[in-house]
């Protein structure tokens, strides 16, 4: 009872932080730097939560020898697949803080496609339909489509570099 | 194909290995994946994985009419199961655990059930195809619960004819799991490379000759598997 509650308050406030980011209601990038500590800034300052270390024990986990049983190696792998999808909604919510009005409205049409899309993906490269290996294919191509949005938003979310930065 | 008591328990038994890490296998089993209809996430449960819009309801309904320890809970279920989502609602997955592993009737339905679903189609393909010997079953049924089915393009790597269209049934068992081995071992997704201890298991017993599945124990993934 009380995780439902837990999950569908994290559901309520996700929505509304991102339809406080679209609507405009939240900082825009040139007013994010200005007023990032003001009351309308999305992540306070040095809150930069990280799962690198989490994802790098069960990476390291799911290599050792000899290998787990089929059922354990599925729950790994979907680990390690909720762990990337939750890198990118960080990187995401920290994307859209620093685009502007409508700059945000762009990034949210252009995600929701891609979200449509890796589902189908995913779910396309799955071969053995109805077999304990299916969602060990599901998982392992949601991660391999996620890490590559993953990479794709964290190159748009670093400062564009001037000469003096490449220095 | 007819198969002897010990030569069934011994495929179910080598599977379950593979498959939970227990000959017995595990029956309160639960995993949640995002494999549902529209990519949501779903509710896998039992000794050979059934999911909440797949076959878990027609799992209830068998348990809760053989009026199991759990069925008056679990029968409340019901008519939420592939309708609403069940994947947060932790009492309901409370129940399913503890009835798997403490019920013995719950235990008695999933191998009636998982029999029906993946045992049973395993051996009509076998006796459709003219395979007569215990371990092409073996190697048969892994090939069911793992991938679904018989994989045709797997079958299309080999040249070989089944024994039903004038083939060595010897030769096709053989030439599927190298098919199979050389997929998993070579599979692009890293991942997946690491379930290849199916097809080593089944190339050992190629390897000493054991067709009638008679040389015991079985090492299957570490664990011995004798009946």
């Known amino acids: ?167 | 194909m007819n198969l002897t008591n010990q030569q069934k328990n011994i495929c179910e038994h080598v599977v379950n290995v593979f498959e939970t890490g227990s000959a017995e296998g595990n029956y309160g089993a639960i995993a949640i994946f995002p494999d549902g209809p529209h990519g949501m996430r779903q509710v896998t449960y039992g000794r050979s994985q059934t999911t909440e819009y797949g076959n878990l309801e027609a799992l209830i309904q068998m348990y809760v009419a053989k009026k199991g320890t759990f069925s008056k809970q679990l029968q409340e279920y019901l008519p939420q199961i592939g309708v609403t989502p069940l994947v947060h609602d932790v009492a309901f997955q409370r129940i399913l655990k503890e009835a798997g592993n403490k019920d013995p009737i719950m235990r008695q339905v999933q191998d009636t059930f998982f029999d029906k679903r993946y045992y049973q189609p395993a051996l009509d393909w076998a006796d459709k195809n003219g395979f007569t010997l215990a371990l092409s079953a073996l190697v048969i049924y892994d090939s069911f619960v793992h991938s679904g089915s018989i994989l045709d393009f797997l079958r299309k790597r080999f040249s070989e004819r089944t024994p039903k269209t004038g083939g060595n049934e010897k030769a096709w068992i053989q030439q599927y799991v190298d098919a199979r081995q050389n997929w998993l071992a070579h599979h692009d997704n890293k991942t997946l490379r690491g379930t290849i201890y199916r097809t080593q298991t089944f190339s050992r017993e190629i390897a000493r000759n054991n067709w009638d599945l008679a040389l015991l124990p079985i090492n299957a993934h570490g664990v011995m598997v004798n009946a």
């Open chain 1, 1 to 167: 009872m009380n995780k439902n509650r837990t999950e569908t308050l994290k559901i309520l406030l996700r929505r509304l932080l991102l339809s406080l980011l679209i609507s405009g209601y939240l900082p825009s990038p040139a007013s994010a730097r200005e007023h990032s500590q003001s009351v309308g800034a999305l992540i306070p300052k040095h809150w930069s939560p990280s799962l690198d270390q989490l994802k790098e024990t069960l990476e390291a986990s799911s290599k050792t020898e000899p290998q787990p049983p089929q059922q354990a190696m599925n729950l790994t792998s979907q680990n390690l697949a909720d762990i990337r999808d939750a890198q990118l909604f960080i990187v995401y919510v920290q994307l859209m803080q620093k685009l502007n009005l409508r700059e945000r409205k762009k990034l949210l049409k252009e995600q929701i496609l891609w979200l449509e899309k890796r589902a189908e993906s995913a779910s396309a490269s799955v071969t053995s339909k109805g077999g304990s290996l299916a969602p060990l294919e599901h998982s392992a191509a949601f991660s391999e489509i996620t890490e590559k949005r993953l990479k794709e938003l964290l190159k748009r979310l670093q400062p564009a570099q001037t000469p003096e930065t490449r220095k």
